[in-house]
Every structure is written in C-alpha cells, then in structure tokens.
C-alpha cells in the first residue's frame, strides 16, 4: 500500500513514547466501576484482519495432520482386460465376470488423486509479522464497532477490553461466574451462543463433529487453571496469557472476540510482549 509504513515501523513504534496508552475501568466482581488501567500499548496497535487471517491460518495449518491413502488401495481385485479390438471399453473386468473394477472410473477403484503423506501443509509466516498479528488482533478487543460486527451481543456503555479484579481468577463455581457476567453486562453473549448451537449439517456429525457452537467471551488469566467458573459455558474459553495467541482473540480469522482479563492478566500480557520484542 503506498505511503502506509511497513511491519517494521509499526512494531517499533510499540516503544515509542509519542503512542497513545488506552485506559479502561477496572471492574469489581459486583460490577462497580473502579479506577482505571493503562492497557498495554500493544492495544493501541493498528488494525490488519489481513495479517491475523494469516496468522490464524497458518496456526491451523501447523496442526494439521498429514494423512494419504493406502499405496494398494483399489487395487486389491484379481482383474483381467481382454485387449483391444473386442469392442469392448479398455477398463479392466473381475476375472470370470463383466463388472469393471481398479480403474478410477468404476465402483471399489482407485482414487484418481489421492491425497499423499508427502503433502507439506505448513503455510509459513514471518515473525514479526506473527508479532504483529497477535498486537493487531489485540487492539480488536479493544474497538466497540469491530466486536459487535464479529457478532458478539454487547451494550453500547461497556468499555472493551473489560477488565476485572484478580479476584476474577479464583472463582470456582459457574453460578457465581453467571452473576459476575450479568453484572457486567455481558451474560446475553453466553445466551447468544447458546441460543445458536445445532446440530452440524453433513456427514461431520457421524465423525465426532456432531455440534456447532458459535463463539463467546474469552477469558484471560495469569496463569494456568484459573477461573474454572468460566470453563463451562457455552463458546467461552479460558486461557491464560502464557498460551494466549492470535486464533484465541480471532477465532476463524475474524477480529474483535470479546474478551475479559484480569488486571494481572494485563501485567503479565505486558511483560510478554516487551520479552518478546
């Protein structure tokens, strides 16, 4: 694009002072609005949905798993052809009987391009665009407009990303995450997903695929198995920032999940992301 600065000079700019720090209320557990956070200047990163649907796909892409048909499959019949000029197709015949078998164009055959184990499905992208990614799809929590238009259920006075007490990490109990959620205002997003979870349509549900769950809040702690309250409603996940990526804040490669942390959560996110660079 001419004239836009390059990868480079914007991540550089996450240390540059001139940058603006956003800040946003900190939460109680009752709602209450406290006093409030400087977020990490990584939210204040320009949008790119064109670097994390990179970022995202190439994620996927590395967890796919290569697979390839058997070498003899469709290829396991005792089959005859009885040579041209007998007016007769060329595919070849089961011994003793005039049904086609083994060539690709008859039932039971082999596959005519079958898929190979030697198939590289990695999609490789550069680090510091990965870097940027992750920063952009960050400032996507942040933008009220871009979550609503992922499709998240959310009034216009809540201010994003929110952000709770680190009290938020030791509740234990779905009741008591459902009253801190609906005290917060953003409980109908859970009844959203779970409103739109069906049956999958297609042969997927008899591979263990049965259901389609649309996604909800995330949930971003300091640390490993904490908030366990949250784990089980429907479309919420809960990560903690050491393992928190791109495809966690944009799931499917479209920014702006909702997503709630902890004011620890945000120190830790800090730190991360100055190691980092």
């Known amino acids: 694009m001419p004239g836009a600065k390059s990868d480079t000079a914007v991540v550089a700019a996450h240390h540059d002072d001139s940058?603006?720090?956003?800040?946003?209320?900190?939460?109680?557990?009752d709602g209450k609005v406290g006093e409030p956070v400087a977020l990490p200047i990584a939210f204040s990163t320009p949008l790119r949905p064109d670097l994390i649907h990179r970022a995202v796909i190439a994620a996927q892409a590395r967890r796919r798993q290569p697979?390839?048909?058997?070498?003899?499959?469709?290829?396991?019949?005792?089959?005859?052809?009885?040579?041209?000029?007998?007016?007769?197709?060329?595919?070849?015949?089961?011994?003793?009987?005039?049904?086609?078998a083994q060539a690709p164009n008859t039932v039971g055959g082999r596959p005519t391009h079958p898929p190979r184990i030697e198939t590289i499905w990695e999609k490789k992208i550069n680090l510091q665009e990965r870097h940027f990614a992750f920063a952009s799809a960050l400032a996507a929590t942040r933008d009220l407009k871009v979550v609503r238009e992922r499709g998240h259920d959310l009034p216009e006075d809540v201010h994003l990303p929110v952000v709770f007490v680190d009290a938020l990490e030791s509740v234990d109990t779905a009741s008591r995450a459902q009253d801190i959620l609906s005290d917060a205002k953003v409980w109908s997003d859970v009844q959203r997903s779970r409103d739109g979870t069906h049956v999958r349509a297609g042969r997927g549900k008899r591979r263990g695929r049965t259901r389609q769950e649309p996604k909800s809040l995330l949930v971003v702690t300091s640390g490993p198995r904490q908030a366990r309250g949250f784990r089980n409603f429907p479309g919420v996940d809960v990560v903690w920032v050491g393992r928190l990526g791109t495809e966690d804040l944009a799931p499917g490669g479209a920014p702006g999940r909702l997503t709630i942390f902890s004011t620890a959560a945000l120190t830790s996110l800090k730190n991360r992301m100055e190691a980092a660079a």
Do not use: F, I, Y
């Open 19 to 29: 940058v603006v720090h956003h800040r946003v209320p900190v939460l109680s557990l």
């Open 67 to 100: 697979h390839g048909t058997s070498p003899t499959a469709g290829n396991r019949h005792s089959v005859e052809w009885s040579g041209k000029g007998k007016g007769v197709a060329r595919t070849p015949r089961l011994m003793d009987s005039n049904r086609g």
